[in-house]
């Protein structure tokens, strides 16, 4: 094993996995990136310089985190799994630039962390190829931290990737579409085949793209009670917005009343289902409830 040859690839990763008798962690949805091209696609989706801070949630044995540490200022690395940590000191061992935290993601502080990590940084990227079984925990985390990300290149599930750049009046358009694009515009940047990881994952692959809108869609009084009402109208997806509504708020008439008035004065009308509002209806309806106030009781 040289250490002049990139960890992605078949005949390296298997030798590091040999050399410290590892097995992939179902459980921590361990699939490693054998294929250095992909990488490359997904490095240069994230446009990245050596300005540029990244955040890796995930390294694992350290072959996409060798991609972005060839161009990027730093990166900074969140593992939950202690095993690989004695491997990532060996295989990123070139790599200076690299700081690993052995930590959960989803347990991490991260207001702490951008103090403790961030004061200097100048532009943000978070890139990963993400453990499946988090994405969306991840994700959100990260959009509801607050932390200067300028933009997100995350490897997920096909299906979840779709939901999170979906339009209205699509199949795929839900509420974690809403919870993602209030923040960032998204874009299934390319599509990744099974062949290139190690274990290959029972699904089909992709890269999304996510970019801090420079200029907020929608500005709403209250994104607790925004988040809340796009929830509310996706509950039962083949109901109209109506009896979405009325299973949220309640059906007593005072309440109906409200929730008349709040539509009346969104100018939505109570007969659409859900799927085909938009982002700024949404926020429309949202104020128009707070309003009203009209908060779901839970
Ligand atoms: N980046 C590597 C690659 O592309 O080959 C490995 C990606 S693998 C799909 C997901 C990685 O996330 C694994 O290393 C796993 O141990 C780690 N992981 C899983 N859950 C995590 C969590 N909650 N916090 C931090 N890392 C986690």
Do not use: C
């Not at 690989?84 to 690993?100: C, E, H, M």
């Amino acid at each position: 094993m040289t250490e002049f040859k990139d960890i992605a690839t078949p005949a390296r990763t298997k030798a590091i996995l040999d050399k410290y008798q590892l097995a992939a962690k179902k459980s921590l949805g361990q699939n490693f990136i054998v294929d250095t091209n992909i990488l490359e696609k997904i490095v240069s989706a994230g446009e990245i310089d050596d300005q540029t801070t990244v955040i890796e949630v995930g390294p694992g044995i350290g072959a996409l985190t060798e991609q972005i540490a060839k161009k990027a200022k730093e990166v900074i690395a969140f593992e939950i799994d202690d095993r690989l940590l004695p491997v990532l000191a060996d295989t990123l061992s070139p790599y200076p630039n690299v700081k690993i935290i052995h930590q959960d993601v989803l347990k991490a502080d991260l207001k702490t962390f951008e103090e403790e990590y961030l004061k200097e940084a100048e532009r943000v990227v978070v890139i990963a190829n993400l453990p499946y079984y988090v994405t969306t925990p991840i994700i959100l985390g990260f959009l509801e931290s607050n932390l200067p990300i300028d933009s997100m290149v995350l490897m997920m599930q096909k299906e979840v990737a779709n939901r999170l750049s979906a339009r209205p009046s699509t199949k795929a358009y839900g509420s974690l579409s809403i919870a993602v694009q209030y923040y960032m515009d998204a874009e299934v940047a390319f599509i990744v085949p099974k062949t290139v990881f190690t274990p290959q994952p029972n699904v089909e692959s992709a890269v999304i793209r996510l970019s801090r809108k420079s200029v907020p869609e929608v500005v709403v009084k209250d994104e607790k009670a925004f988040f809340q009402v796009a929830r509310a109208a996706f509950v039962q997806r083949r109901k109209t917005l109506w009896n979405n509504l009325q299973s949220a708020y309640g059906k007593e008439p005072e309440i109906k009343e409200k929730l008349q008035r709040a539509l009346d004065q969104a100018e939505i009308d109570p007969k659409r289902r859900g799927e085909t509002l938009s982002l700024k209806e949404f926020g429309r309806l949202s104020d128009a409830l707070v309003a009203e106030q009209l908060t779901v009781l839970k």
